[in-house]
């Protein structure tokens, strides 16, 4: 176990960094599925009786797939920042600076889906409520 103070080499701080990659994208998987699962429930029954262009197809769920694939790539560039601001702020090399760091990176990477269902219901309140 990691003391306050870990004084871990950069090498051994990119080597934590890259151990908990496939944490992050994993959770990135399954926020995104449950995120559309959920937008599509949403979109059926809120928008879906009051608009009828509103429509879930293959296309639209294939074209959405790929862009979250795109998006997944770019939150992982974003992922590269966190151990950057890991090498040039955490000047005490404290690990829980770097779990802090982490959790909120990934916390807030794996809430940003959620905000397409939100989308939904604000815009079932705005227009049809």
């Known amino acids: 176990m990691e003391t306050e103070n870990s004084n871990l080499t950069n090498s051994q701080i990119r080597k934590w960094w890259s151990e908990r990659r496939l944490l992050y994208n994993f959770g990135l998987v399954v926020s995104g599925i449950t995120a559309f699962i959920l937008y599509i429930i949403l979109g059926?029954?809120?928008?879906?009786p009051h608009d009828p262009e509103f429509e879930i197809t293959f296309f639209t769920i294939f074209f959405q797939g790929i862009g979250y694939v795109v998006i997944m790539v770019f939150a992982n560039l974003f992922y590269f920042l966190g151990a950057n601001h890991d090498f040039?702020?955490?000047?005490?090399?404290?690990?829980?600076?770097?779990?802090?760091?982490?959790?909120?990176?990934?916390?807030?990477?794996?809430?940003?889906?959620?905000?397409?269902?939100?989308?939904?219901v604000i815009s079932y309140f705005l227009n049809y409520y």
């Open 88 to 120: 040039n702020f955490n000047k005490e090399n404290s690990h829980k600076f770097r779990i802090n760091l982490f959790n909120l990176g990934f916390w807030f990477s794996v809430s940003l889906p959620f905000l397409v269902p939100l989308m939904i």
């Open 44 to 48: 059926v029954t809120l928008i879906m």
